[in-house]
């Protein structure tokens, strides 16, 4: 069986298609097509002249915009050249060596449309779905080559975020993770890896998590609408753009954290589900990791002076705390 090309050589196919031409596949589309690096040939495929019209709008709109914020590095009327609009399946997967599906999020439809593209596109084409929460197993469990299927889903809007998630399923081939990772970075984009097609995968897990907890607040009366989105926007936020929560754990402190969390996590309405990270993060405190104070912890931090990371990291929240005060 052939597998997709080495992520060594030049990742990108020479011509690939979006499925699909709403809200994400614009957007889409706009990514493959974009930058010094874009694919040449980029085929948009809806069901019907009205929706391919909406799309060109819609693509019009993200360039211009794209452009006016400096973050087009290609002149706007190159990114238009690669993208061709059509009705017709077999005609938008002619000769493609990559296929994102970005239809509406309805297993027995997207099962219908990947059935259809194992039979029109021959391995070692990569088939993506963008889907945000369906497993891999609902929509290519009756294909043949099922070890090309990867989930690649980007978040909205498509074209504004620098990452997504790569998510493969259990006969995804590591060749195929390998190469459409390749292939995103390629094009200027952050992929975020999920080992396992897990529920929500990564992204929605973790946001998920968050809202579930702002909800019950509200719901209980323990704190307003208002205050809860302000403890995020400008509490939580501008802290993870600086660091995430597992780096910010390690500036922080594991030891501290650790007493902090076997308190409060089992307070977070998640059952026998606190057991395992609690667990988790205490091994590692057990086996001396304290984070940037000593060097390792959730990370390693190699030769690091915490007051000068400390200091580093203050720095860019005060930036962006001041920016958040500038504009209102």
């Given at each position: 069986?052939?597998?997709?090309?080495?992520?060594s050589?030049?990742?990108?196919?020479?011509?690939?298609?979006?499925?699909?031409?709403?809200?994400?596949?614009?957007?889409?589309?706009?990514v493959l097509?974009?930058?010094?690096?874009?694919i040449?040939?980029?085929s948009?495929?809806?069901?019907?002249?009205?929706?391919?019209?909406?799309?060109?709008?819609?693509?019009?709109?993200?360039?211009?915009?794209l452009?006016?914020?400096?973050?087009?590095?290609?002149?706007?009327?190159?990114?238009?050249?690669?993208l061709?609009?059509?009705?017709s399946l077999?005609?938008?997967?002619?000769?493609?060596?990559?296929?994102?599906?970005?239809?509406?999020?309805?297993?027995?439809?997207?099962?219908?449309?990947?059935?259809?593209?194992?039979?029109?596109?021959?391995?070692?084409?990569?088939?993506?779905?963008?889907t945000?929460?369906?497993?891999?197993?609902?929509?290519?469990?009756?294909?043949?080559?099922?070890?090309?299927?990867?989930?690649?889903?980007?978040?909205?809007?498509?074209?504004?975020?620098?990452?997504?998630?790569?998510?493969?399923?259990?006969?995804?081939?590591?060749?195929?993770?390998?190469?459409?990772?390749?292939?995103?970075?390629?094009?200027?984009?952050?992929?975020?890896?999920m080992?396992r097609?897990?529920?929500?995968?990564?992204?929605?897990?973790?946001?998920?998590?968050?809202?579930?907890?702002?909800?019950?607040?509200?719901?209980?009366?323990?704190?307003?609408?208002?205050?809860?989105?302000?403890?995020?926007?400008?509490?939580?936020?501008?802290?993870?753009?600086?660091?995430?929560?597992?780096?910010?754990?390690?500036?922080?402190?594991?030891?501290?954290?650790?007493?902090?969390?076997?308190?409060?996590?089992?307070?977070?309405?998640?059952?026998?589900?606190?057991?395992?990270?609690?667990?988790?993060?205490?091994?590692?405190?057990?086996a001396?990791?304290l984070?940037?104070?000593?060097?390792?912890?959730?990370?390693?931090?190699p030769?690091?002076?915490?007051?000068?990371?400390?200091?580093?990291?203050?720095?860019?929240?005060?930036?962006l705390?001041?920016?958040?005060h500038?504009?209102?």
């Open positions: 069986m052939k597998t997709p090309p080495s992520p050589s030049n990742p990108l196919p020479e011509r690939a298609a979006v499925i699909g031409a709403g809200l994400m596949g614009a957007g889409i589309a706009v097509a974009g930058g010094v690096n874009g040449e040939n980029v948009v495929m809806s069901r019907s002249e009205q929706s391919i019209s909406r799309a060109r709008a819609r693509i019009d709109g993200y360039v211009a915009d452009a006016r914020h400096g973050l087009l590095s290609v002149e706007p009327a190159i990114v238009h050249s690669r061709r609009f059509t009705t077999p005609d938008a997967v002619s000769g493609v060596g990559l296929v994102v599906e970005s239809v509406t999020e309805d297993a027995a439809t997207k099962r219908d449309l990947f059935t259809q593209l194992d039979d029109l596109v021959p391995p070692p084409a990569i088939l993506a779905s963008n945000s929460a369906l497993p891999i197993a609902e929509f290519a469990g009756g294909m043949t080559h099922r070890d090309r299927v990867i989930i690649a889903h980007f978040l909205q809007p498509a074209h504004a975020l620098p990452v997504l998630e790569v998510v493969r399923g259990a006969e995804t081939s590591d060749a195929t993770d390998a190469a459409m990772c390749a292939i995103w970075t390629a094009l200027g984009r952050r992929p975020l890896r080992r097609d897990e529920p929500g995968f990564l992204i929605n897990r973790l946001q998920h998590a968050l809202v579930r907890e702002a909800v019950r607040l509200l719901a209980d009366g323990l704190a307003t609408a208002e205050d809860i989105d302000a403890a995020v926007t400008h509490g939580l936020a501008p802290r993870f753009v600086t660091a995430g929560p597992i780096r910010q754990r390690d500036v922080n402190g594991l030891a501290m954290h650790v007493k902090v969390a076997s308190r409060l996590w089992p307070e977070l309405d998640m059952g026998d589900g606190a057991r395992v990270p609690i667990e988790f993060l205490k091994a590692i405190v057990a001396g990791g984070g940037l104070e000593n060097g390792r912890g959730f990370y390693d931090w030769d690091a002076d915490p007051a000068a990371v400390r200091r580093k990291l203050d720095n860019e929240l005060l930036a705390v001041k920016s958040q500038d504009a209102g």
